[in-house]
C-alpha cells in the first residue's frame, strides 16, 4: 500500500513537500513516481525515481523546481516542490512499478496507486 500526504494550499512561488509511504511489502525493489491529475486533464507523469534512488527523472514543466528523493530505510518517497506555479494545481499520486519494471513515464507503467492529495496553488 502508499500512502501520500503533504498537499495543500499554497500561494504561487511557495513550496510544498510531497511524502509517501509504502507498507506491506518490498519497497527497496520498486520505482516509484509521483504523477497528478489537474481538473478535466489527462493523469501525467510528473517524476520518478529508480529503486536504488541513483537515476531521477522529470517531466520539462518541473525541472529545477522540484526534487524526488527516498529513503529505503523508511519506505519512503518524497517529492519537493519549490517556486509552485497555478499551473501546479492538481491531485498528486505516488505510484510504484514492480520488476519488470514498465514505462516510468506513462501512467500504465505503474502497479500500484496511493489515493492522491490535492495541491492547490493560488496566483
Avoid at 500512502?3 to 527497496?28: E, H, M, N, P, Y
Avoid at 507523469?45 to 514543466?61: E, L, N
Avoid at 497555478?86 to 499520486?93: F, G, L
Wanted: hydrophobic letters at 30%; one cysteine or more.
Amino acid at each position: 500500500q502508499l500512502q501520500a500526504s503533504g498537499g495543500g494550499l499554497v500561494q504561487a512561488g511557495g513550496s510544498l513537500r510531497l511524502s509517501c509511504i509504502a507498507s506491506g511489502g518490498i519497497f527497496s525493489n520498486l520505482n516509484v513516481g509521483w504523477l497528478r491529475q489537474a481538473p478535466g486533464k489527462e493523469r501525467e507523469f510528473v517524476a520518478g525515481i529508480r529503486w536504488s534512488g541513483g537515476s531521477t527523472y522529470y517531466t520539462d514543466s518541473v525541472k529545477g523546481r522540484f526534487t524526488i528523493s527516498r529513503d529505503n530505510t523508511k519506505n519512503t518517497v518524497h517529492l519537493q516542490m519549490n517556486s509552485l506555479k497555478p499551473e501546479d494545481t492538481a491531485v498528486y499520486y505516488c505510484a510504484a512499478d514492480r520488476p519488470p519494471y514498465g514505462r516510468y513515464w506513462s501512467p500504465s507503467g505503474y502497479d500500484y496507486w496511493g489515493q492522491g492529495t490535492l495541491v492547490t496553488v493560488s496566483s
